[in-house]
């Protein structure tokens, strides 16, 4: 099985700050990779697909890199509504489509 | 408008079954595969099941193989998941959700997630 392994578990920052989250797989995925939010009592939101790719919606201050076995998620300039826990899933197996896990951004 | 709506969710003692279903629509249903992701009170996301648009092309964690078993009807729009020999460590959210193509295995991601229905296993 794939593992995927988040860091930080946990990431205290001010609004503005640009911060940065990586995914590292235990193996190659090319770039079946996505990214979530999830806010406390909701359910998952999709933020990036295969690896870069924004979803609709999404504002602009959110990329995502990477391709094989490291991955990073980018906010360049932390908003109030971005405090919220992150999650990265890898989704190229014939088995488990494994979650990272999480990453809980707090208000500094 | 895509909607997932779980039901199915209860309090059950260990040992116990229970039945989960996902209604789907605003998508044709039958070309995307779906995917049961839980979550324990306080904990991460873990991936469950996953079947194929088809149906043909099932799998599992290894916590829940031959105990849960992820069926559809394409004709009812309707993902199941069938949980039998339930443990205390099975108390969780259960999400329905639909993925970025017709495959279980290959996805670009989970672009539509439901609100969840509770499984409490307790006795």
């Known amino acids: 099985d794939i593992q995927l392994t988040q860091s930080p578990s946990f990431l205290s920052a001010s609004v503005g700050d640009r911060v940065t989250i990586t995914c590292r797989a235990s193996?190659?995925?090319?770039?079946?990779l996505a990214w979530y939010q999830q806010k406390p009592g909701k359910a998952p939101k999709l933020l990036i697909y295969a690896a870069s790719t924004l979803q609709s919606g999404v504002p602009s201050r959110f990329s995502g890199s990477g391709s094989g076995t490291e991955f990073t998620l980018t906010i360049s300039s932390l908003q109030p509504e971005d405090f919220a826990t992150y999650y990265c899933q890898q989704l190229n197996s014939y088995g488990p489509l494994t979650f990272g896990g999480g990453t809980k951004v707090e208000i500094k | 408008e895509v909607q997932l709506l779980e039901s199915g969710g209860d309090l059950v003692q260990p040992g116990g079954s229970l039945r989960l279903s996902c209604a789907a629509s605003g998508f044709t249903f039958s070309s995307y595969g779906v995917s049961w992701v839980r979550q324990a009170p306080g904990k991460g996301l873990e991936w469950v099941s996953s079947?194929?648009?088809?149906?043909?092309?099932?799998y599992y964690t290894e916590s829940v193989k031959g105990r849960f078993t992820v069926s559809r009807d394409n004709s009812r729009n309707t993902l199941y998941l069938q949980m039998n020999s339930l443990r205390a460590d099975d108390t969780a959210l259960y999400y329905c959700?639909?993925?970025?193509?017709?495959?279980?295995?290959?996805?670009?991601?989970?672009?539509?997630w439901g609100q969840g229905t509770l499984v409490t296993v307790s006795s």
């Open positions: 079947i194929s648009g088809g149906g043909d092309a099932t």
């Open positions: 959700a639909k993925l970025m193509g017709r495959s279980a295995a290959i996805s670009r991601g989970v672009d539509y």
């Open positions: 193996q190659g995925i090319s770039n079946y």
